[in-house]
T-cell receptor
Framework: AQKVTQAQTEISVVEKEDVTLDCVYETRDTTYYLFWYKQPPSGELVFLIRRNSFDEQNEISGRYSWNFQKSTSSFNFTITASQVVDSAVYFCALGHSGYALNFGKGTSLLVTP | DGGITQSPKYLFRKEGQNVTLSCEQN?????MYWYRQDPGQGLRLIYY???????QKGDIAEGYSVSREKKESFPLTVTSAQKNPTAFYLC?????????????FGDGTRLSIL
């Protein structure tokens, strides 16, 4: 079965705190791709990152970083020094042998001043 | 600007009525997708199309229909057979219909029942 689990439904932090969003996936495929998307209140999903199953290097982009661990089937997303503009729903998704993506249910992040 | 345009932004449907949601892209992408989003749920795939004049059912196709007569257009019709159509509908596209391709999304259409 192909499945993505985002166990955290809602997270609330105060500005400048670090926050980690968890993503656990299940797949039988040896080749697969993991994605993170951000959905601000406007509704459009914004692509943040793609990681393929052969590349376990962590990635950092500004205040964003991603930790991919095949041993635990996890692809976690950390925002350092959070800001109010980071408030959004974040989705983790799995691309595998099919053509569409399997999305998790999303984590709603609220950053308060 | 290249992107995906969905219209209308808000749509209301009467009982027994079919409604059509528009999705147009000028990214020259081959593949297009329709997703449904309900509160607290992830995105669920309704239909997808990898090339013109071809489309496939997704996980929740019942009560919906699509067409792909032009590369840039992928309209979704919500038929009267869809008994619970109230949701947020998102259209997406990717360069090719492959698992490694990021999908680019429109702003969505929010459909409600009158």
């Amino acid at each position: 079965a192909q499945k993505v689990t985002q166990a955290q439904t809602e997270i609330s932090v105060v500005e400048k705190e670090d926050v980690t969003l968890d993503c656990v996936y299940e797949t039988r495929d040896t080749t697969y791709y993991l994605f993170w998307y951000k959905q601000p209140p406007s509704g459009e999903l914004v692509f943040l990152i793609r990681r393929n199953s052969f590349d376990e290097q962590n990635e950092i982009s500004g205040r964003y970083s991603w930790n991919f661990q095949k041993s635990t089937s996890s692809f976690n997303f950390t925002i350092t020094a959070s800001q109010v503009v980071d408030s959004a729903v974040y989705f983790c998704a799995l691309g595998h042998s099919g053509y569409a993506l399997n999305f998790g249910k999303g984590t709603s992040l609220l950053v308060t001043p | 600007d290249g992107g995906i345009t969905q219209s209308p932004k808000y749509l209301f449907r009467k009982e027994g009525q079919n409604v059509t949601l528009s999705c147009e892209q000028n990214l020259n992408h081959d593949a297009m997708y329709w997703y449904r989003q309900d509160p607290g749920q992830g995105l669920r795939l309704i239909y997808y199309s990898q090339i013109v004049n071809d489309f496939q059912k997704g996980d929740i196709a019942e009560g919906y229909s699509v067409s792909r007569e032009k590369k840039e257009s992928f309209p979704l019709t919500v038929t009267s057979a869809q008994k619970n159509p109230t949701a947020f509908y998102l259209c997406a596209s990717s360069i090719k219909g492959q698992a490694n391709q990021p999908q680019h999304f429109g702003d969505g259409t929010r459909l409600s029942i009158l």
